[in-house]
């Protein structure tokens, strides 16, 4: 038990000085550009994803002062436009609903980023997104997917261990979130924190 335990917290020091720092960098820029332009920012993932979007939301509203949505804080909408339009197009529809913009962002939390097979939903958003404008960026695995081939802005958080990329994306999308929603550029305007 000790031996796993160990070789998990050495991989989740591994993947945090794999980390890229320009690419982060380049995230806090365009999410900070996005918020002085007026823009809006939905966060989109699904499964364990879709949870870190919804306390991401919160943060990024509360902490960083940005107004900030996901589909999956409405479970009732979500699930009925699975229902009568499909799985496929429920973001896509509810972004659409939401007149997403040129100034918006969609920022993708998810393992693999979306594929050919894979998180379809996420792949036909992005998509929809660069129709419209809106800039794209992710924080991804793996290979990063089709967020990272689309994405104005993208952090692939490294894979060091095949059974463990699940967790530890998942892990690092909130360590991520938390970084930017903490960094001195989102609390530069002294009369936003009264």
């Known amino acids: 038990m000790v031996d796993f335990v160990r070789r998990y917290l050495d991989e989740v020091v ?8 320009a690419a982060v960098a380049k995230l806090i820029n365009l999410l900070y550009a996005t918020r002085e332009l007026g823009g809006r920012l ?15 939301v919160n943060d990024f509203r509360k902490i960083a002062g940005f107004e900030a949505y996901t589909p999956t804080d409405n479970v009732s909408e979500l699930t009925a436009r699975i229902n009568d339009e499909g799985w496929a197009t429920c ?3 509810w972004l659409a609903g939401s007149r997403l913009r040129r100034h918006d962002c969609v920022l993708v939390f998810s393992v693999g980023g979306g594929g050919p097979q894979a998180s379809m939903n996420l792949v036909q958003a992005l998509h929809y997104a660069k129709t419209v404008g809106a800039s794209v960026a992710g924080i991804v695995s793996r290979d990063g997917g089709v967020t990272a081939q689309l994405a104005d802005a993208c952090v692939i958080v490294p894979t060091v261990n095949p059974d463990t990329v699940t967790p530890h994306a998942e892990a690092f999308q909130a360590v991520l979130w938390h970084l930017i929603v903490s960094h001195p550029r989102f609390h530069e305007d002294p009369s936003y924190h009264e």
């Open 42 to 56: 939905f966060i989109l993932g699904v499964g364990g994803s879709a949870g870190n979007a919804s306390h991401a």
């Open 14 to 21: 591994h993947v945090a000085r794999a980390l890229d720092p």
């Open 91 to 93: 973001f896509v529809r």
